[in-house]
């Protein structure tokens, strides 16, 4: 009996922990989903990223306020290959005026870079008796998501060149920035939280230049490298 206790009580343990895996954002007031943009992912490189949401207390139908019992995400549909998702909650089900986090994880294979068009179905239960007999409605909200290929080449919006290397990366990475121009940057480095981890003023010459990081203490997880307060590309550490 000992031993089928702990074995249930592990399976339930193991259960609650699969479906915490994002932290939700209590700070989120307006109704809706964040980020607005999500960040792109890239071939054979892991990929995680929690999306905030808060879901509204009531909706209009035919000019008459409808207060919501609940709401249920119901699909996400038209991810990248190997991509999946997963609530903060095992029943995808808030109540209405609830904040809320899901996570999309997984690792895109070779051939899938490209755009998708990714759409979040979410179902509203109504309370009965309610207006026109309504049971539920399905909302839809849409993003782009993009898969890059897997090679670490980044364009700058601006005239300069980088690569990064290796890429998924460890102890260290290696920025290659190629200038057209004598010049002064900024080169900033910040987690998918939006935390900066990195930020160096760097004399770029004409040609080639090379900036080792050492990323010994930073966490496992997806980088986002600015050059000018320019998106130049992205970093992944295993």
């Not at 051939?111 to 759409?119: C, D, H, N, W």
């Not at 080449?153 to 290796?166: C, G, K, M, Y």
Request: aromatic share 12%; with cysteine.
């Amino acid at each position: 009996m000992k031993k089928l206790f702990t074995i249930l009580f592990a399976a339930i343990l193991f259960a609650n922990f699969a479906h915490a895996q994002c932290s939700v954002d209590t700070n989120l007031k307006a109704a809706g989903f964040k980020p607005d943009t999500i960040p792109h992912a890239t071939e054979l490189a892991a990929y995680s990223q929690v999306i905030q949401f808060k879901f509204p207390t009531d909706t209009n139908i035919f000019s008459q306020k409808v207060t919501f019992d609940s709401l249920t995400i119901k699909a996400i549909d038209s991810l990248p290959k190997s991509i999946t998702w997963q609530c903060g909650k095992a029943s995808c089900t808030y109540m209405g005026g609830e904040n809320g986090c899901l996570t999309l994880s997984g690792t895109p294979p070779n051939g899938s870079a490209g755009k998708y068009k990714m759409i979040i179905t979410v179902t509203a239960h109504f309370p009965l008796p309610s207006p026109f007999g309504y049971k539920h409605q399905d909302f839809t909200n849409n993003w782009n998501f993009y898969v890059d290929g897997g090679n670490a080449i980044f364009e700058p919006a601006f005239t300069n060149h980088l690569i990064a290397s290796p890429n998924p990366f460890d102890q260290q990475v290696a920025l290659d920035i190629n200038s057209l121009n004598t010049e002064k940057s900024r080169l900033q480095i910040y987690d998918i939280q939006g935390k900066e981890v990195y930020n160096i003023n760097i004399q770029l010459a004409q040609g080639n230049n090379k900036y080792i990081i050492d990323t010994k203490t930073w966490n496992s997880g997806l980088y986002i490298i600015k050059t000018n307060g320019a998106f130049a590309g992205k970093i992944v550490k295993m």
